[in-house]
């Protein structure tokens, strides 16, 4: 069993910058893909962003690619989201997920992440 939290969400003014983090349970994080989900009130579920077990690979969703950085610390079980320049339509719930059990590579596939976090607010005032 895999426990994930996050933190570090909040309100912020659009343009600000918030760095959410996910602390992963499980001895083997070093070999779980990881990535970063959100859901806006009345919208699905979308994907955000994404890491390799190494952090050398990473996959962003178009809607955030040059605003928003994803990054691991293996030794600390933690992977991170860094959201610069924030618009008031990166308002969502984040999860944090894992994959467990697929290749290295990151992916946008929600299916086979095996384990989610609880979420953490971000709410963009504009």
């Known amino acids: 069993q895999v426990q994930l939290v996050e933190s570090g969400g909040g309100l912020v003014q659009a343009g600000g910058s918030l760095r959410l983090s996910c602390a992963a349970s499980g001895r083997t994080f070093s070999r779980y893909v990881m990535g970063w989900f959100r859901q806006a009130p009345g919208k699905e579920r979308e994907f955000v962003a994404a890491?390799?077990?190494?952090?050398?690979?990473?996959l962003y969703a178009d809607s955030v690619k040059g605003r928003f950085t994803i990054s691991r610390d293996n030794a600390k079980n933690t992977v991170y989201l860094q959201m610069n320049s924030l618009k008031p339509e990166d308002t969502a719930v984040y999860y944090c997920a894992a994959d467990v059990r697929s290749s290295p590579g990151p992916h946008a596939r929600p299916g086979e992440y095996n384990y989610w976090g609880q979420g953490t607010q971000v709410t963009v005032s504009s």
């Open positions: 890491i390799s077990w190494s952090g050398t690979n990473t």
